[in-house]
């Protein structure tokens, strides 16, 4: 969506602070010995106190409140019972959801406990990344720029990213126009950002793959070769200069 005036503007910021917050208490909150469904129903609590309903499963019938993915899961995680956290896994977060008819969307990826199997380099990596991502955005840039810078930088520090997964447009949808905004330069991609306009901006950082497919349970999605990928991910609001970030409570 595009921002036209206050009470949207207000509306978008109260929606992108409700996520941030529940992923940053979800990241807090997570400890080896923990299920990822309760995981997952404590983020849902944070939202319902927020007045927020969870995006996926108001949207796609999902089945969770948020996307909660362990070590080679890329995204679209499923939160269950039967899988318990443990030192040292790789753990990805996303968290989307609607308020008052407004939708903010983010997401990170983070170590459970101490990290014995050193992801912390491509973490940061992904962290570091989405800032100078975020620093090439305005009104008029071209969507496939700031996708080749993602791209360039990820190479630079030996990793690939993912090309089967996108940011996106937000604002009145979870899934608005730009429908994508990819992590490399899409030379057929002309389109470029719009002043005011809404999109979350998400990296997939991975060890060694390019793409991702659909596991056997229909949602979550992982590399073939089992590749190891990162995703950090803002909701912004597109401006002249250096864009809003709606989620900055996340803690990113």
Request: charged share 25%.
């Amino acid at each position: 969506m595009q921002i036209t005036n206050n009470r949207e503007l207000a509306g978008i910021k109260k929606a992108g602070e409700a996520v941030a917050i529940t992923l940053k208490k979800m990241k807090e909150y997570a400890a080896p010995g923990m299920s990822t469904k309760e995981l997952d129903e404590y983020g849902n609590s944070i939202l319902r106190s927020f007045g927020a309903i969870s995006a996926p499963k108001k949207d796609y019938n999902f089945p969770g409140y948020t996307c909660i993915c362990l070590n080679k899961e890329a995204c679209h995680g499923i939160p269950s019972s039967t899988r318990l956290l443990k030192e040292g896994d790789l753990i990805n977060i996303d968290v989307s959801a609607s308020l008052n008819g407004f939708y903010g969307d983010n997401g990170q990826s983070f170590v459970v406990g101490k990290d014995h199997h050193n992801f912390q380099a491509q973490i940061d990596a992904s962290i570091e990344i989405l800032y100078l991502a975020l620093k090439q955005i305005k009104a008029r840039t071209k969507i496939a720029h700031v996708g080749g810078v993602i791209e360039k930088e990820a190479k630079l520090r030996g990793y690939n990213v993912i090309k089967n997964l996108f940011g996106h447009g937000v604002g009145r949808k979870l899934h608005e126009l730009p429908r994508e905004v990819p992590n490399f330069k899409d030379k057929k991609n002309n389109d470029r950002f719009r002043k005011n306009s809404v999109v979350a901006i998400e990296t997939f950082i991975s060890t060694k793959a390019q793409y991702v497919q659909e596991a056997a349970d229909g949602w979550t999605m992982m590399a073939r070769d089992n590749s190891y990928v990162v995703q950090h991910e803002h909701t912004i609001i597109v401006t002249d200069n250096y864009p809003i970030i709606l989620t900055k409570d996340n803690g990113i």
